[in-house]
């Protein structure tokens, strides 16, 4: 079965077919599947956005979707940016931006822990859906370190590491990142359901 991965960012694309090609899940882009859906992350919660672009994705190509919602969640700043991760500092920002802004918000702060958070949805045409969610502990650094991944990944540094994610390679960081733990634990119970009788193989 061929699962469409709900999502316009090249780059959370990218990681989430290396992972679930290695999990033996064949991932379609929605570029290749002829489509172009844009869904208003209108939710309060990485599970609210994630089903809302699940179910977006699904209704309009009768297919399977997978959809990601992420984001860091940083302990001196009442969990923000949370939901709002990737428009922090008002949207339209880099990843130097987006760390640039970080790292300004918690100048001073001696409270650094962290963690990226990773909500999974995945949508099927009959009406029901596979959940899973995967976390990353860590902290923040003072000053941004590596050129890999992508948004915060220079200045998060996991927990037991003393490399940020940017200066993980991919296959590194897919081991123990929240998105990596997610889609794990997603094709887990996808095979349970599979499995009882309660999902189309």
Sequence with gaps: ??????????????EMREIL????IQAVSLSEAGLDVEVDETGSTFYENAKLKAEAVCKASKLPAIADDSGLVVDALGG?????S??????????AGLCAHLLSAMDGMEQRGAKFVSSIVCAFPDGSAVCA????????????RGSGGF????????EGSDRTMAQLTPDEKHAISHRG??????????????GSGGLAP
């Design 151 to 158: 948004g915060y990944d220079p200045v998060f540094l996991p």
């Design 181 to 194: 733990n997610a889609l794990r634990e997603f094709v887990k119970v996808l095979s349970i359901m599979q």
């Design 80 to 84: 923000a940016p949370g939901v709002r």
């Design 133 to 144: 969610q995967g976390e990353c502990n860590g902290e923040i650094t003072d000053s941004p």
């Design 21 to 24: 090609s290695g999990l033996g």
């Design 86 to 95: 990737k428009r922090f500092g008002g949207g339209g920002l880099d990843s």
């Design 1 to 14: 079965m061929k699962y469409l991965i709900a999502t316009n960012n090249l780059d959370k694309l990218h």
